[in-house]
């Protein structure tokens, strides 16, 4: 924790961005019949009945400093499809950082390890030496700020019928995209000296 803590105190450097990544599914809910419209004094109503369409899964990278979000959707949340978010991540969104600064949960497909599943050693081997990875601690995931990125996507994006995979991607592309324009930077306040403090009790005594 105090690691992860102290990491966050850092300046902002565009050299070693601080990022945090954090992933979530979405069930894809297909309508059995056609929702009936607004009306005045009426909201738009939905049948109780539903079509399951599969489990899609969102993975979320965030540099709290810059405000900056990348987004993307896949079928599944396998080390290689981690594997391959984490290129786009470093080739496509920071292709000018020395090494990525990366706070993450500790799931066991978030391992540089991953990258030798999916890419040849030598492009593994690159790939990995662009990342410093930090792990939030065991019951700590509220440490990282993807998270709470996450749940702003959910509440004002995912938190309705989305019938397709397709149409999910636009949805969230659209949300990032709007995100992005003008970005929200987040202050990070509880510091070592506030863990020592309030969390006092998980601390040993002497």
Not at 115 to 125: D, L, M, R, T, V
Request: one cysteine or more; charged letters at 30%; a neutral charge.
């Amino acid at each position: 924790m105090e690691e992860v803590l102290s990491i966050y105190q850092r300046p902002y450097d565009s050299r070693f961005p601080v990022v945090c990544m954090d992933e979530t599914s979405k069930q894809l809910i297909g309508e059995t019949r056609v929702p009936l419209p607004i009306e005045p004094g009426q909201p738009e109503r939905y049948d109780s009945e539903y079509e399951r369409n599969g489990v899609q899964n969102i993975f979320m990278g965030f540099e709290p400093l810059k405000g900056l979000c990348v987004t993307q959707v896949t079928d599944r949340r396998t080390a290689v499809d981690w594997a391959h978010y984490m290129r786009l991540l470093i080739d496509k969104h920071y292709p000018d950082a020395e090494r990525i600064v990366l706070v993450m949960d500790n799931l066991n497909t978030h391992k540089k390890a991953s990258f030798y599943e999916a890419f040849p050693a030598p492009e593994a081997k690159r790939l990995a030496d662009k990342l410093e990875i930090h792990y939030t601690p065991k019951h700590g995931s509220w440490l990282d700020m993807a998270e709470i990125e996450l749940s702003i996507l959910s509440r004002q994006c995912l938190e309705r019928r989305i019938e397709t995979k397709e149409e999910l991607q636009r949805e969230v592309k659209a949300w990032q995209d709007n995100r992005n324009t003008q970005p929200k930077t987040i202050n990070w306040r509880f510091d070592v000296e506030n863990a020592r403090c309030k969390l006092k009790r998980l601390y040993p005594s002497f």
